[in-house]
Structures are given as structure tokens and as C-alpha cells.
């Protein structure tokens, strides 16, 4: 393979400059937006146009890709330097893991290819991961920021249920107009699948599923808009299902129950344990291996579920090929192995071993920040519920890597979502309880009670 067709696939920097006048008009303001507004509000313009924009949308110089949500990375980054924004951030285990990561997926992949194209692509990597995390992490340092940024992907929401329902309607993409995408909406087994601004359908809808928990946690802020929240988890929802994949559906319903299984947030250790346990069992029982389990939740006709399956096996049985640096390719490990449509698969035949140990670890210390969070605010419950939530997101998020690797603008959510919990890890007790007014009403209340204002305050079981 070719050094061009590396930097192609890899989303390295060949092509040509790609972009609508509509979406230069639309980066120029947002540009400005970014600049001029005050921080919280400066991140909500990112994330709108980032996420709203398509990747295919992009300008080249020097032979580099700047996709639209590149040149936002670089404006908002340009404010930070700019206005002398910049501060010292209190550095977390998930920031130092996130680090070695990232610069272990680029030296990894850079030794296997020794290419100027293989360099190429993996600055594009880092400019995407390591801006937009720490973007997150300097923006946002506190909950209330937080709070207003979580909204903003409410809007996003509900911005893109209109245009994806129109995408029904028509069976045409609205956004396609911009060049790049497909004009004509994907149809499988006679449903049509919408993707809107997004280069898939399974991202467009896998946006939706993991953003309902973390809308979610909005619901125990008394500050919060709850119209806009309900909209945004209606919204969200729609999306999940117009996409008509079953990645995200599942996606979604491992959020949703990761909700509802609140009641039992004290034993957490139990769950953990319990769900483990029965992995185990069915491992040792299944006249198959327990991964064989991804062939059997295929939610919508014509899923690919198979595929799915077929790929992790391959990928566990071929651990010669990959655990070093990598591997150049996944064509000889079957039919359409090529998709590889795994997100831990990725990790590993991108980066080798360490950088797939390493994208574990760092889930699995998102995880325990946040129970050690909720062990710190065990008595104060609206924050317990808030931490739950967040950790029902990072569920969702989770089980959605069994059936796609996040290439298009999927990667701002996720990055989002850890980079508040790492920035959550880092305050003291008393910071991530809501004001002081609002523990007193909550200490009052139980769920569905009316607060002093009048105001009903609606609560998840």
C-alpha cells in the first residue's frame, strides 16, 4: 500500500479543497463567535458548528486536511492564546493516561508505516484528540460551565432531529448540498437510514444514544433548563432511531438502564461483580466463546452483526499480527474485514498492545473517578444522581465501541465526556454538589415534590 492511499484511508493529508461557501460563511462567523464570546458561550459555538458541519467539508494547504472542525480547533485554541486564557489545570490520572495514549497510537503507527504519510496522518490525530480534549479541559472548569455546554448538545440535538426527519421525508440528505455526502439517504431492507451532517448513520445515531444520559443529569440541577433538556432527551432519542442501526439502539438501551439501575448505586461493587461473574459462566457454558454473543443482538433488519462478531474473533485469534506495532491490514482475515468497525479492535491494530491496554485503562479509571466521586457525596444525593448519570453516558458510550470505531464528528462527544470527568475528578467535595440553596430544597423534597418557587422538580427513580 502506497503512501498516498495511507494518508487517504487514514485520513491523512491527500485530496483536494473541499468546502461550500455556505460552510465558510458559517465557519467565518462561528470563527468570530469563538473570539469574541465569553468562554462558556465560546465552547457552545465549537461544539455547534463541529458537530453540525460535516467532515467532508475541509481545505488543504500543504498538502495537510483541515476538516471544518480542525480550523474550529485551531480558532478556539487562538482565542485561548489570544485573550491569555490559558491556565494550569489540575493534571488527573485520566489527563496523564490520556497523554501516553495518544502518543502511543502515534509512534506505534508512524515505526509500523515509516511514511511521511503515516506522520502526516497522526498530527491530524493528535490536532483532533489532544485539541479538542484539552480544549475541554481549559474551557471548562467547573460545573456550571459544564452545565451550559451540556445544554449546547441539547440544541445540537434538536437541530439534528429536523434535519434527519427531513431526511425521511425526502429520502435526501439537506445537508448534502454542501458537496462530499451522498444526496440520496442509504436504504437498507427497505428503511431508509439518516445520517445527516455525519459521514454514517450508525455515528449520526450512536450521537443521540450516548447523549440521553448525560442530558439526563441535567434533570437534578434546579438551574437547569427543563424544557430544553426534555427536548433535547426527546430529540436525542429520535435521532438514535431515524438512524435505523442497532450499534446506537443498544447503545442507547444500555444508557437508559444504566439510569434506572440508580436505586442500586450502593452496591455498585455487586453489579460490577455480578455482571462479570455471568460473563464467566457463559463463557465456560456457550458451546461458542462469550463474544459470540454480538452475532445475536442484531436490533433492525440487514444488521451486520455477524460481521461484528467475526471481527473481534479475528482479532483475539490473531494476536501475533497486531500486539507489537499494529498491523498494515485486516483483508486477509476474511470477508470485508477491512471494516473495521470496532472501536478496541481499532485501538489495537492502530496502535499494538500498549495503546490498547492504554484506551482501558483509561476507561476504567473514568469509571472509578466517578464512584470515588459518588463515595465522596454519598449523603448529598442530587450530586450522587448527577455522577450516575455522567457514568451512564460512559456506559453507553461504551457498549456503541462494539459496533463502530468513532471517525467523524462522534470524536467531539466522546472526547467531551472524558475530559469532564477527569475534570470532575479533579474538584474537592464541596464543588460538585449543586449551590447551597438547592441541597437545602433537595434535603426537603423527594421526587416529584414541589420546591418554594413552585417550580415541580422531576426526578428519575
Same mark, same amino acid.
Given at each position: 500500500?502506497?503512501?498516498?492511499i495511507?494518508?487517504?484511508?487514514?485520513?491523512?493529508?491527500?485530496?483536494?479543497t473541499?468546502?461550500?461557501?455556505?460552510?465558510?460563511?458559517?465557519?467565518?462567523?462561528?470563527?468570530?463567535? #469563538?473570539?469574541?464570546?465569553?468562554?462558556?458561550?465560546?465552547?457552545?459555538?465549537?461544539?455547534?458548528?463541529?458537530?453540525l458541519?460535516?467532515?467532508?467539508?475541509?481545505?488543504?494547504?500543504?498538502?495537510?486536511?483541515? *476538516?471544518?472542525?480542525?480550523?474550529? #480547533?485551531i480558532?478556539?485554541?487562538?482565542?485561548?492564546?489570544?485573550?491569555?486564557?490559558?491556565?494550569?489545570?489540575?493534571m488527573?490520572?485520566i489527563?496523564?493516561?490520556f497523554?501516553?495514549?495518544?502518543?502511543?497510537?502515534?509512534?506505534?503507527?508512524?515505526?509500523?508505516?515509516?511514511?511521511?504519510?503515516?506522520?502526516?496522518?497522526?498530527?491530524?490525530?493528535?490536532?483532533?484528540?489532544?485539541?479538542?480534549y484539552?480544549?475541554?479541559?481549559?474551557?471548562?472548569?467547573?460545573?456550571?460551565?459544564?452545565?451550559?455546554?451540556?445544554?449546547?448538545? $441539547?440544541?445540537?440535538?434538536?437541530?439534528l432531529?429536523?434535519?434527519?426527519?427531513?431526511?425521511?421525508?425526502?429520502?435526501?440528505?439537506?445537508?448534502?448540498?454542501?458537496?462530499?455526502?451522498?444526496?440520496?439517504?442509504?436504504?437498507?431492507e427497505?428503511?431508509?437510514?439518516?445520517?445527516?451532517?455525519?459521514?454514517h448513520?450508525?455515528?449520526?445515531?450512536?450521537?443521540? $444514544?450516548?447523549?440521553?444520559?448525560?442530558?439526563?443529569?441535567?434533570?437534578?440541577?434546579?438551574?437547569?433548563?427543563?424544557?430544553? #433538556?426534555?427536548?433535547?432527551?426527546?430529540?436525542?432519542?429520535?435521532? *438514535?432511531?431515524?438512524?435505523? @442501526? @442497532?450499534?446506537?439502539?443498544?447503545?442507547?438501551?444500555?444508557?437508559? $438502564?444504566?439510569?434506572?439501575?440508580?436505586?442500586?448505586?450502593?452496591?455498585?461493587?455487586?453489579?460490577k461483580?455480578?455482571?462479570?461473574?455471568?460473563?464467566?459462566?457463559?463463557?465456560?457454558?456457550?458451546?461458542?466463546?462469550?463474544w459470540?454473543?454480538?452475532?445475536?443482538?442484531?436490533?433492525? $433488519?440487514?444488521?451486520?452483526?455477524y460481521?461484528?462478531?467475526?471481527?473481534?474473533?479475528?482479532?483475539?485469534?490473531?494476536?501475533?499480527?497486531?500486539?507489537?506495532?499494529?498491523?498494515?491490514?485486516?483483508?486477509?482475515?476474511?470477508w470485508?474485514?477491512?471494516?473495521?468497525?470496532?472501536?478496541?479492535?481499532?485501538?489495537?491494530?492502530?496502535?499494538?498492545?500498549?495503546?490498547?491496554?492504554?484506551?482501558?485503562?483509561?476507561?476504567?479509571?473514568?469509571?472509578?473517578?466517578?464512584?470515588?466521586?459518588?463515595?465522596?457525596?454519598?449523603?448529598?444525593?442530587p450530586?450522587?444522581?448527577?455522577?450516575?448519570?455522567?457514568? @451512564?453516558?460512559?456506559?453507553?458510550?461504551?457498549?456503541?465501541?462494539?459496533?463502530?470505531a468513532?471517525?467523524?464528528?462522534?470524536?467531539?462527544?466522546?472526547?467531551?465526556?472524558?475530559?469532564?470527568?477527569?475534570?470532575?475528578?479533579?474538584?474537592?467535595?464541596?464543588?460538585?454538589?449543586?449551590?447551597i440553596?438547592?441541597?437545602?430544597?433537595?434535603?426537603?423534597?423527594?421526587?416529584?415534590?414541589?420546591?418554594?418557587?413552585?417550580?415541580?422538580?422531576?426526578?428519575?427513580?
Open positions: 500500500m502506497d503512501d498516498a495511507i494518508r487517504h484511508i487514514w485520513g491523512g493529508g491527500t485530496g483536494e473541499l468546502i461550500h461557501p455556505a460552510a465558510i460563511l458559517f465557519l467565518a462567523v462561528c470563527g468570530i463567535l #469563538i473570539l469574541v464570546l465569553e468562554r462558556d458561550k465560546a465552547f457552545a459555538v465549537f461544539a455547534i458548528a463541529g458537530l458541519i460535516p467532515m467532508s467539508q475541509k481545505a488543504v494547504f500543504l498538502g495537510l486536511n483541515f *476538516t471544518a472542525l480542525r480550523i474550529l #480547533i480558532a478556539a485554541w487562538a482565542r485561548l492564546f489570544f485573550r491569555m486564557e490559558i491556565h494550569t489545570i489540575r488527573t490520572a489527563d496523564k493516561v497523554i501516553f495514549w495518544a502518543l502511543s497510537n502515534v509512534i506505534a503507527f508512524v515505526l509500523l508505516w515509516q511514511t511521511w504519510g503515516a506522520l502526516v496522518n497522526r498530527l491530524g490525530f493528535l490536532l483532533d484528540a489532544a485539541g479538542i484539552f480544549l475541554c479541559r481549559q474551557m471548562i472548569s467547573d460545573q456550571e460551565q459544564m452545565d451550559r455546554a451540556v445544554s449546547a448538545l $441539547a440544541v445540537i440535538s434538536v437541530i432531529v429536523l434535519i434527519m426527519g427531513a431526511e425521511q421525508v425526502t429520502g435526501r440528505n439537506p445537508v448534502a448540498f454542501l458537496g462530499g455526502m451522498e444526496e440520496i439517504t442509504t436504504e437498507r427497505g428503511v431508509l437510514r439518516s445520517q445527516g451532517p455525519f459521514a448513520p450508525i455515528t449520526a445515531g450512536t450521537f443521540g $444514544a450516548v447523549l440521553i444520559p448525560l442530558l439526563a443529569s441535567m434533570w437534578w440541577k434546579p438551574a437547569a433548563n427543563r424544557t430544553l #433538556i426534555m427536548a433535547g432527551i426527546i430529540a436525542s432519542a429520535l435521532v *438514535t432511531l431515524l438512524s435505523f @442501526s @442497532s450499534g446506537p439502539f443498544l447503545a442507547m438501551l444500555a444508557g437508559i $438502564a444504566a439510569l434506572f439501575l440508580s436505586p442500586w448505586r450502593h452496591r455498585l461493587k455487586w453489579l461483580w455480578g455482571v462479570l461473574s455471568t460473563l464467566v459462566i457463559l463463557h465456560l457454558i456457550m458451546k461458542a466463546p462469550v459470540a454473543l454480538i452475532d445475536r443482538v442484531g436490533v433492525f $433488519a440487514g444488521s451486520s452483526s460481521h461484528r462478531f467475526t471481527l473481534v474473533d479475528q482479532f483475539i485469534r490473531r494476536f501475533d499480527e497486531w500486539w507489537l506495532l499494529g498491523t498494515k491490514s485486516t483483508n486477509h482475515w476474511g470485508m474485514m477491512w471494516d473495521t468497525v470496532n472501536q478496541f479492535v481499532g485501538e489495537g491494530i492502530r496502535g499494538g498492545l500498549l495503546t490498547f491496554i492504554l484506551f482501558i485503562v483509561m476507561l476504567t479509571l473514568c469509571f472509578r473517578a466517578i464512584g470515588s466521586k459518588m463515595d465522596e457525596v454519598q449523603d448529598n444525593r450530586a450522587q444522581m448527577v455522577l450516575w448519570a455522567t457514568g @451512564s453516558a460512559l456506559v453507553a458510550h461504551t457498549v456503541s465501541f462494539f459496533g463502530i468513532y471517525f467523524d464528528q462522534m470524536i467531539l462527544p466522546w472526547y467531551f465526556l472524558i475530559a469532564m470527568i477527569s475534570m470532575i475528578s479533579g474538584l474537592e467535595a464541596y464543588e460538585l454538589s449543586p449551590t440553596e438547592a441541597v437545602r430544597e433537595y434535603q426537603i423534597l423527594e421526587n416529584g415534590a414541589e420546591s418554594a418557587s413552585g417550580e415541580r422538580l422531576w426526578t428519575l427513580p
